[in-house]
């Protein structure tokens, strides 16, 4: 008797607590798509800013434009975490240009980030590979003294397209100092995209350590397309390579955060975060204008509907995701420093997107948890709750107790614009990007009411 009133009594809770749940989730998405505010933020950050790569006069007015969003929405603190960043700069545009008995051709080519320059231009013949592994295969005296040109696609059989990213990405970071090792004097490489046009996608590669730094940049897929079928009418192929980039000495920019305290445990923590860097092209506006802007979203809506967390919440804009991590690292170590306990930190950095859902790098238990609120956002056609990747900002809080949550979104067209000039505000749409800010927003709510980490 006592067991089933006991149980009547529990369901009853339970059902009650999801209609809460669902009528809460339900004024997040209101506040959202009625009077959202992420989208116009969005254009002024695109418009007003710019591209702001770390260490650049852009990226401190974009920490400027952070600090001065989210102090006009009146959160409880508004600062910034001092973090070291490079300070890489692109310098006058690319040259590009090849020669041979059959044709000539420049390109519109970008260099990649951190690649030294050229001083002079360098005239070279060119050797195209396919993969890393090719290249190795090669003997040195076919790579010497010549450019590499990794022409590797990325797998259009992938659905998941960070996943097709994910496996061409080693030409960028590895291919510049894999050629070196053979002796080759410059790089170029097939952009990381899966569209088929005229635009070169930047990013960042990695010189290793004790190899010679030779000049690296990216041509359009289409533009590899032409420069390998050159190649094969005239393998005595001299390209033309002028690069005027340059690596200066670091500098102090910033993290920009801001909170709401929590009214129950302020010293718990729930992070939402993006990167406020981009890259020195386009407008950063997918990558990751979209993710700052969704974050400070997520506190203007609670704050809005007159939500009052038992955690705090705070939206985090990283400085420098693109070219070291130091945002994500630093406001990782500053946190364990002064022992604040996050309880879970959802990122937002694969575009603003329409958004399918959530990955989670995490525990069973949150996992079930997350699993469990499917429910509740099924009206908002979110369906995807399942271990994956959440983002690199957030990555060095990683630690036993932790959520990591990523807002997973529609990733068909991401890498037509990532890193390039067609990252631009124009090519997001604000009722995708609003709708991720209101999803982020509805689970920052679940976490806060359901702790999940014990
Ligand atoms: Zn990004």
Redesign the pocket.
């Known amino acids: 008797m006592k067991k089933s009133i006991l149980f009547i009594f529990l369901s009853f809770s339970i059902g009650m607590s999801a209609q809460t749940d669902s009528a809460m989730i339900a004024s997040i998405y209101q506040e959202a798509l009625v009077n959202g505010e992420c989208y116009e933020n969005l254009r002024v950050l695109c418009k007003d800013v710019g591209n702001r790569i770390a260490g650049s006069k852009n990226a401190e007015r974009a920490m400027e434009w952070g600090v001065r969003v989210m102090k006009g929405y009146a959160l409880d603190s508004v600062y910034t975490m001092p973090v070291e960043v490079p300070h890489w700069e692109r310098g006058k545009k690319e040259v590009g240009c090849y020669a041979s008995k059959k044709s000539n051709e420049c390109f519109d080519i970008v260099a990649l980030g951190g690649s030294v320059g050229t001083d002079n231009a360098i005239n070279a013949y060119v050797i195209e590979v396919k993969s890393i592994q090719q290249l190795r295969d090669l003997p040195e005296e076919k790579v010497k003294g010549k450019i590499v040109f990794f022409n590797k696609a990325m797998d259009p059989m992938l659905i998941n397209t960070g996943a097709a990213y994910g496996g061409a990405y080693d030409i960028r970071s590895d291919g510049p100092s894999e050629a070196a090792k053979k002796g080759a004097v410059g790089c170029l490489i097939r952009s990381l995209t899966l569209a088929d046009d005229k635009f070169a996608h930047t990013g960042g590669t990695q010189y290793q350590d004790g190899v010679t730094k030779i000049p690296a940049a990216a041509l359009s897929s289409v533009d590899a397309r032409l420069l390998s079928q050159a190649l094969v009418k005239d393998n005595e192929l001299l390209f033309t390579l002028h690069l005027t980039c340059k690596l200066f000495p670091r500098v102090m920019q910033g993290n920009v955060i801001g909170e709401i305290r929590g009214s129950v445990h302020p010293e718990k923590v729930i992070v939402v975060g993006g990167?406020l860097d981009s890259w020195d092209v386009g407008e950063g506006a997918h990558?990751?204008g979209t993710?700052v802007t969704q974050s400070i979203e997520v506190l203007r809506i609670l704050k809005t509907i007159g939500y009052k967390p038992k955690y705090t919440i705070r939206a985090v804009l990283f400085m420098n995701?693109?070219f070291g991590n130091d945002g994500g690292e630093t406001y990782a170590r500053v946190v364990k420093e002064m022992n604040e306990e996050h309880i879970a930190a959802i990122e937002s950095?694969g575009g603003g997107l329409t958004p399918q859902g959530f990955n989670l790098q995490g525990n069973e238990k949150q996992l079930a948890q997350l699993q469990s609120w499917a429910p509740l956002f099924e009206p908002y056609q979110l369906f995807r709750f399942k271990p994956g990747w959440s983002g690199?900002d957030i990555g060095p809080l990683k630690n036993d107790t932790i959520g990591l949550y990523g807002l997973s979104v529609d990733s068909q067209r991401y890498f037509d614009f990532h890193h390039s000039n067609n990252d631009i505000f124009e090519n997001v749409n604000k009722r995708e990007h609003t709708l991720g800010a209101a999803a982020m927003a509805g689970l920052v709510y679940l976490i806060d009411q359901h702790e999940t980490s014990k």
Do not use: S
Request: charged share 60%; glycine share 12%.
């Open positions: 990167h990558d990751d993710g995701e693109e950095d690199v």
